[in-house]
């Protein structure tokens, strides 16, 4: 990260994914983790924009673990006023044919819609805002 970092970082998409709740992580430690990162990137530049992918775990973890884990991301984005994609996996999640044969992977036509969720709230909006010209043709 430090690498990313020591160059001038406009927006910055951060993305945890499942595998910290899937093992089991104590959600402390996972949130620490978060918030580290979070704190490196203001630290780094202020005016840098961060984008925090939300994520969930399917319920064999607990219903108390998986519910924290997924209230994780929201608390973390309100704490710290960063925007939050609510669930970077929405609509492919649970989709045997979005999904490679681990069942956990999108396939191409899955990443097509988790970059749909993030474009919804990256969209035009914030890359405007960043000045970013935006050619659609």
């Given amino acids: ?7 001038e970082v406009d927006i910055f998409v ?4 499942a595998n910290d709740g899937l ?3 104590p ?4 949130r ?17 924009t961060i984008i925090l992918a939300g994520m969930q775990i399917p319920p064999n973890m607990g219903v108390e673990y998986t519910s924290e ?12 006023d960063v925007l939050l994609i609510p669930f970077l996996l929405e609509g492919v ?15 191409a036509e899955g990443q097509k819609i988790v970059a749909e969720n993030v ?10 805002e960043k000045g970013v010209e935006i050619i659609t043709d």
Avoid: C
Wanted: net charge negative; hydrophobic share 35%; aromatic share 6%.
């Fill in 1 to 7: 990260m430090d690498w990313i970092l020591n160059q």
């Fill in 14 to 17: 951060l993305e945890l994914g």
């Fill in 23 to 25: 093992r089991g992580i």
């Fill in 93 to 107: 999640a649970g989709e045997p044919e979005l999904n490679l044969e681990d069942g956990i992977h999108p396939t």
């Fill in 27 to 30: 959600l402390e430690k996972s």
């Fill in 32 to 48: 620490e983790n978060l918030q580290k990162i979070i704190d490196a990137v203001h630290k780094k530049n202020e005016e840098t």
């Fill in 119 to 128: 474009w919804d709230i990256l969209g035009p909006e914030v890359l405007n």
């Fill in 69 to 80: 884990f997924k209230s994780m991301y929201p608390e973390l984005a309100q704490k710290n």
